[in-house]
Every structure is written in structure tokens, then in C-alpha cells.
């Protein structure tokens, strides 16, 4: 493992995270995290937390009481656990390196709020990425929208949330597969890179048990005039030197 290629970045004075060529983060997963808005009390899981950003961001905001990051990938885990190690957080952090389709059945029930940053593209479609590690993120090869939803089933409690982001062209798969799994979708919302532009990612939450109602949010629009706009600033914190591969 090489850690001498690692790099590390500040969310706060108190916050890093580390990323490498085989596990960085994007946009995405500050959209994603923004989204999700855990409660104080919250127990949080991240599945496929690739190098644990978004358990590093809800602990950075002091958003959720206890979150564990599940990573199939050992280099992934690995930099999760060093930014444990060297971070300051009333956030309790957790690193499982596991299969999200074989957590052990103790995890069972116990989440308040289940997140996942999947694979962008459905299984036998596109052109596979060159890495391993790049392929599992983007491709379904190891897991699929169904495998997600079926964990987080298990995982949350009665009236428990999983919330998601994926490519608009996916969104009746996801909206199927979580009614699919008893996960009521109940919000929704498109991210845009300006006013003008069609959508380039939807974020959506599924809640356990619920009723059928959906609430379409008003689109996230991420700049105007080639300039952050007020929304993506308070997704952001003033206080995050943004080093992430923006999408």
C-alpha cells in the first residue's frame, strides 16, 4: 500500500481526509451529504464511503452521533481509518472494510439514516474503467441499485431514510428498486450546473415503511455567472479549502 502517495485534505481545523488517485471524492459527495441532513442523535451509515469523505463531512458539521463507513476496498479503508486517526470529532466514527451484500446481521435495524454515493453506471452498459478500484465505483460490477436498497433495508430502522445520488437517466430504476424494498421515495431533488442547464444528477431519499407522497425539491443549482451561487457556498462551509475532482 502506498502511502507515501496519499494526500491530504483540510475540511476544517479539526477535519482531514485523505485521497489518493484510487479513492478521491467529487461534488457529488458534498451534494450527497448536504442532502441527507442527519439529525444530532442519528445513526449513520455510508455504504461504498471509498475513503470515508462523507462520514468526514457529517463529523466536520457535527450532524449524527455515530457513523459507520463500509468499504469493500482495503486502500479505501485504510485512508478512512488514518483521517479517524488524526481528526477531532464528538462524531463517532466507525470503519468496516466488508461487502455492503454480507455486513453482519448486528448491524441490523440499528441506522436512523443510511447514505450511498453507487456506481453511476447500470451493469453491462458503458465502457469500463481502466482501474479496478475506478470501476468499482462507476460500474455495477460489484454491486447494483438493488444490492444497495436491499442492504439499507436491513440496515434501518422503521421510518429510517437511505438516501442516494445518480445520473437523471437512472432515476425510474431507483425510484423502482426502493418501492421495490419497502423505501418509499419522499424527496427529491436535480442538481444543475447553472439555471440553464438540464439536470446532471438527482439526489433522492427513501424513507422506510412510509406512505407514497413525494416532495420535488427546487433544483440545486451549483453557479451563476462562473461563480459559486449561495447554495453551493453553504453546501461547501467557507472553512473547506476545496481539493476534491469536481464532475
Not at 457529517?58 to 479505501?76: H, K, S, W, Y
Not at 442492504?151 to 429510517?160: D, E, N, P, Q, T
Not at 431533488?189 to 427513501?206: H, I, N, T
Request: hydrophobic share 40%; with cysteine; net charge neutral.
Amino acid at each position: 500500500m502506498n502511502v507515501s502517495s496519499w494526500h491530504k485534505e483540510t475540511l476544517s481545523d479539526k477535519v482531514v481526509v485523505y485521497t489518493s488517485r484510487s479513492h478521491a471524492f467529487g461534488t457529488d459527495a458534498f451534494l450527497l451529504a448536504h442532502f441527507s441532513s442527519p439529525h444530532a442523535n442519528d445513526r449513520v451509515c455510508d455504504l461504498g464511503t471509498g475513503c470515508g469523505i462523507i462520514p468526514m463531512i457529517f463529523a466536520r458539521d457535527n450532524a449524527a452521533a455515530d457513523v459507520l463507513g463500509v468499504e469493500i476496498q482495503p486502500q479505501g479503508i485504510e485512508q478512512f481509518r488514518q483521517a479517524i486517526k488524526e481528526s477531532e470529532t464528538r462524531t463517532v466514527l466507525r470503519a468496516m472494510c466488508t461487502d455492503l451484500r454480507a455486513l453482519p446481521s448486528s448491524e441490523n435495524g440499528r441506522y436512523d439514516l443510511v447514505t450511498c454515493n453507487p456506481p453511476y453506471k447500470a451493469a453491462g452498459h458503458g465502457i469500463l474503467s481502466a482501474g479496478t478500484a475506478q470501476q468499482l465505483a462507476r460500474h455495477e460490477t460489484m454491486c447494483t441499485l438493488n444490492d444497495i436498497c436491499a442492504s439499507a433495508k436491513k440496515l434501518l430502522r422503521f421510518g429510517g431514510r437511505l438516501c442516494i445520488c445518480q445520473r437523471p437517466e437512472r432515476l425510474a430504476d431507483a425510484i423502482t428498486v426502493m418501492r421495490e424494498n419497502a423505501l418509499e421515495p419522499k424527496r427529491l431533488q436535480l442538481v444543475c450546473r447553472d439555471k440553464d442547464s438540464a439536470p446532471w444528477l438527482f439526489l433522492l431519499m427513501g424513507q422506510k415503511g412510509a406512505k407514497m407522497h413525494l416532495n420535488i425539491l427546487p433544483n440545486f443549482i451549483l453557479y451563476e455567472d462562473g461563480h459559486y451561487t449561495a447554495q453551493t457556498h453553504a453546501m461547501y462551509k467557507e472553512s473547506f479549502r476545496h481539493g476534491g475532482n469536481e464532475i
